[in-house]
């Protein structure tokens, strides 16, 4: 019987596909792979299955010796294998697709592969941004090799938009980008059909976006027609009917406005009459398809108006535009009203979990917290007109802070900072509405965004202040420790906001807070850290602040002169002598010291001894600043003051040191116009009461 | 006067101009060409003690989108007015707004008020320097303000029409100056008008029709557009989209050719020229439409007279006395500039007694002649005697629109004779679209006033 043999295990299947790609034989593989292209497009299942070709097929790609239609083929393949679904995608991070695509682009290559080599870039662009290294992008070859292509027929120049808007992420790059004269490239496809220039309007909001440079270029070219392209872009927000033509012209011009590089006045002028009322138009509710398109105009208009507080008064009455952000969240806190119907009244609806909301909804009511945030920064009427009669605004905003998603806390967390600037605010809406509580739980780092936690921390800052109502409250349920933890974490941002934020809790310092304060694990360390060691301007003076706040009765005073191995006395003084500081905290230091020197007798005692702080009061009264003067003034009352044992002997050393002799200069009129300054030198002179003869 | 846009069909002598004298209450008085009033009465917080007066014209249901502003000279001493529309039967006594059809926009509270006595929040309040616009939109009968050229929001909904713009007034020394379009206004109401046009046009031609109009839209639209190329001769372009939409041409290329060729002669002024080809490829079409021939032979005579075209001399020898009653030199020596020399001025006169006469005397015979035809007759031989015939009051007859006139209608003429329309579908339904816009506007529909049939052509 003949034995069959087995074909070796190196022969495999002439129709294996791995095989096709990998034969010689170019007409199989370009008819393999154009089959493959029609099974794929448009089917997601077949992109799936066929998974296991893509690494031949890319290996293919790369090669430099392939035939140009094949390229082409393979091409249009790997672009369609981009819009795998989500969960299928790992596959793309272990091929630097960008590069090979790149290299495509070159003259060697037919006009249609570089299209299709373009497309494949686009759409690897669109759906793998989070593995994009946008720097090959921006090497100079690449570079100019795309922006050529920006004259190129529609499709691929609309493509070249695309790529280069979302790669465009920094500085850097816009500069490069304005250097190859994308400008005046872009300009000229913004003269087409709406279809046409939707990608060349997003990528030039792209490069003028923070960008003074770009915005110089921009409002410096001219047409043939001799209009510049704020005037076209302004005209096209006026004329068109198409929402999102008319959003991102008003982002570009926009950004041409806020770099002040044009004429202020008319920009202005242009901003309140003409962009702003139609990007108001576009924000009001129309239908529920629309909520991308509201949340956009609201964005910009928000963006336009900074803290530009005529343009905010103005923008507040414009086609009741206030009335309409506050409509909405009157409709949603209706809407939530409705769901919670039929429980029981005691329900706290700022605790429960509030309605999962579509990405859309979530999105316009974050930028409406954000808008309103401007609204509430600067203008108390304003802040009366979002919360007056309009409770459901507040009740809005704090259940905003219950809600997961990261970006509708935040913004209502910059809603209430700004509405906590207002005295009226603090004692009215902070009062009826538990917002206290929320910020206490959103200020932990552990389960929120830093942006988040440094936000809640702000809040914090503002509701602690002394006419808070709810500083009380916050006190009570240990907002120091928390303050302290902020101190001590890495964020500087953070360390100065809770260094503010102990200073608001130490003023008018109870005794509760005292307490809390010396029981802190680092006290009194993290007081003088940034005292010996100035680092930042901002913590030096609120350490200073607090330690202002603390000394206010003599035990605290004497306990205070005898920490640590340096006296706390020489440590406040030390800053007095820098030259690096500023008047600002120089006045805080002295104004310390005049807390210290109100203090017993020993303390008194302590700093008249002190040959250098008589020297540098004398100094001060001599050819000091008047701000310094003043508190300057005040130590010397203090030490002279006759209330105290042992005031003859400071008075005898202060007159010794030519201070009274320096303040009887300085009552003179020939020496000072300071009334103010002038009485305060002719009390603390008849404090003195040794004669001087 | 610019406050109502596209304005050029509305009779401008109806429109708001000033405040009505005889229309107002006692308490106020007019100045200023009866644009300003004064409040110059004690005055007290009583409503009852306001004080009104309307303009002399209601605001007309086609004007569009009407607009006017009042510029606060001085608050007086409460500030107590009221800006708005009122009708004609509305007392004057009292504010804007509280009467029944009366809206108005009270400056002391920012309410507006809308046929009651109790208002509703609206915008900020009014004072001295500030200019307060009103605006009726006809279209949608809703009304809104404006303050200091800020938008504030549509006030009032289903307004309804023939309201006059109305100020009332309530303190001493209320003071307000009104603009009904004398000067520019503060607030851009051309750029909204010109928004809200764009809608219209936009909201037009996405409306979808109604399928039992057309059998197969698409395919309708398609014979509309060939049957347009065909009749304009684009033979190209009519055979492109032929060929894209899978229709047939009912006329032969070359046709189509020789048209467009006889169109470009006469674009161009060889009148001689169009005359040989349509001797040549249309025998007899003169003889058989005397008022196409004698419109040719007029142009052509104004073709000649311009330089654009030539006769055949041979037939002139120059020996005929032209000017039997002139001496030649007298006539050289004359000012005539466009026949540059004696022989050509005497081609010209010998062209019209020889080949224009002869055509309206047989015209005349026929009864052919009409009114219209014998006035172009004889501004065509008035023309002929000004010095300076491109600066007459002729000037029109060697406007460009003349030949285009001419190629339309000597096009049309060949196409009958070729069996086939004289004029395209599409031009048939523009004339119905006119006849039907201007049937709208008899009827004073509101939206004639932004839109016409012209917004859609270019």
Redesign the interface.
Known sequence: MAMEIEPALSQASPTDPIDILASDDDASRISYVTELKHTIIGNKSRKIHSLSILPRLISVTEDPTISDPLLSECLVVLASYCYLPIEARTFFKYHDLPSIFLSKLGCQSSQRTIHHAIYALMSYCKNFPEHLDADIFYKEDNLATLVSHLDDVVKPSQQIAVILQITCTTHSQQLKLLNLGVIPKIASKLYQINAVRQPFLELLACLLNNNSEGSLIASQYRYSNGISIPEYLTEMI????DPYIKLSASRCIVSIFLSQVCDTDINNSIL???IL??LVALARPESDSTYNIQCEAVKIISIAIGRDLELQQ?LA????FLNTLTDYLKAASELEADSREGEAMDVDVFVETPPELTPEKTALKSAIFYILSRFCSEDESLRRCVTDKKGYVMEQLVRGLVYENQSIKLSSLKCLLSLSRSVRQLRTSFVDYPVWRHVLKTADSSTQSMDVVIASYALLVNLVLEFSPVKEDLIKSDVITKFHAGIVSSNDELTELCYWGLMNSTFMCLATVRTAIKSLPSYPQFLFTHLSNPTSHGLTLRSLGILRNILSTDSEIEEFLQLEEESGLDIVFTVTQNNDMSYEVKEQALCVLANISSGSNVTKKKMCEDDKIRDYLKEIITDGPADLQFSVISIIANLVDKDHHGFVDRQAQLEGSGIRTALQRLSDPKYTNNKPLSELVKEALEGFTIDIS | MNSVTDTSHVIQDNLPSMWNAKDNYSSLSLTHNNLWVSFRGHGKAHQKEAASVRSNNSIPKSCGIYYFEIHIISKGRDGFIGIGLTSRKSVTNRLPGLDKNSYGYHGDDGCIFSSSSSGKPYGPSFTTNDVIGCGLNTITNTCFYTKNGIFLGHAFQNVPSNLYPTIGLQTSGETIAANFGQESFMYDIEGISSSFRQKLIDSIIKRKLPSHTVSTAPDYMHELVLSYLVHHGHCRSARAFASATDQDIAESEASMVQRQQIHNYILSGKISEVIKMCDSFYPDLFESNLELKFRVKCQQFLEILSGNDSINLEAFNGTENIFPYEDSNSIENSNISTARTYKELASLVYFGRNELIPIVNVMLERKLMTEELTSYYQDIFSIFVYPDPMNSPLTYLLDNSQRISLGNYLNSVILMRLNLPANPPLHTLLQYANQTWKYMQEKEVSSTALLSINHFCT
Do not use: L, N, S
């Not at chain 1, 006026?238 to 009917?241: E, M, T």
């Not at chain 1, 009455?317 to 009741?320: L, R």
């Open positions: 006026i004329q068109q009917v309140k009459y003409k009322p139609r103005v009455i414009t086609d009741q």
